[in-house]
């Protein structure tokens, strides 16, 4: 089982690009999660989703946008990169909400230039 | 939602015990309490979590004070390994689980 897998882990953007995160789980879990952590901070949520085809936003969603089209599959989308966008994201799941243990992926370092 | 306190940084010396102590003083009768931590350059870990009583697992102890409006996490024997930024986390048995990770406790552990 490999876990939770992130793609890209580094990727270095332009202002004004967009990009696509890609997080995939292979632990069946219902409940997926996005994280961004800027340094020295900790994690903020950005959008959840709690099973295929419902997603919800978090604390801090604008500039991002999210599909569930799968139970495994969770990407996140950024249209319009902007440098307040650079940070680390973290993708996470669970399959007890409230209750479980998040399992987190290894991060994807995102840099807007 | 309810928000918890804990200390900047700690300090240990290897291989003696490490109390990790977390503030959640508006905490709610079905709040869990959930820690976590991270070593450096990864995601977060999951440590342990409880809810009323005290609970032990392979990595460290949870110990929650009988009003449930404190906590401690107690690392038996640090190692160098331990040192991490630890999370004191609330979370409503609820769907959804959004933890809310705050600044949490850097513990430096000296050889």
């Known amino acids: 089982n490999a876990g939770v897998t992130q793609t890209p882990k580094f990727r270095i953007l332009k202002i004004g690009q967009s990009m696509t995160l890609q997080c995939t789980q292979d632990m069946n879990h219902n409940y997926m999660y996005w994280y961004r952590q800027d340094p020295g901070m900790g994690l903020k949520l950005i959008y959840y989703?709690?099973?295929?085809?419902?997603?919800d936003k978090g604390e801090v969603p604008n500039g991002y946008n999210v599909s569930r089209s799968t139970t495994e599959d969770f990407p996140l989308r950024l249209e319009l990169a902007a440098p307040s966008q650079t940070s680390v994201y973290f993708c996470?799941?669970?399959?007890?909400?409230?209750?479980?243990?998040?399992?987190f992926g290894e991060g994807s370092r995102l840099t807007v230039l | 939602d309810a928000k918890t306190t804990q200390p900047n940084s700690m300090e240990s010396n290897e291989e003696e015990p490490v109390h990790l102590p977390c503030n959640h003083s508006?905490?709610?009768?079905?709040?869990?309490i959930h820690w976590y931590r991270q070593l450096p350059s990864q995601g977060p870990e999951y440590v342990i979590h409880?809810?009323?009583s005290n609970v032990n697992n392979r990595m460290a102890s949870l110990a929650i004070a009988e009003d449930r409006k404190s906590s401690t996490l107690i690392l038996h024997r640090a190692t160098l390994r331990d040192a991490a930024v630890y999370y004191c986390?609330?979370?409503?048995?609820?769907?959804?689980?959004?933890?809310?990770f705050g600044g949490g406790t850097r513990l430096m552990v000296k050889p």
């Open positions: 508006t905490i709610s009768g079905t709040d869990y």
């Open positions: 996470a799941t669970t399959g007890l909400a409230g209750t479980g243990e998040l399992f």
């Open positions: 986390i609330l979370s409503a048995n609820n769907a959804g689980n959004m933890l809310t």
């Open positions: 409880g809810l009323t």
């Open positions: 989703s709690v099973g295929a085809g419902i997603t």
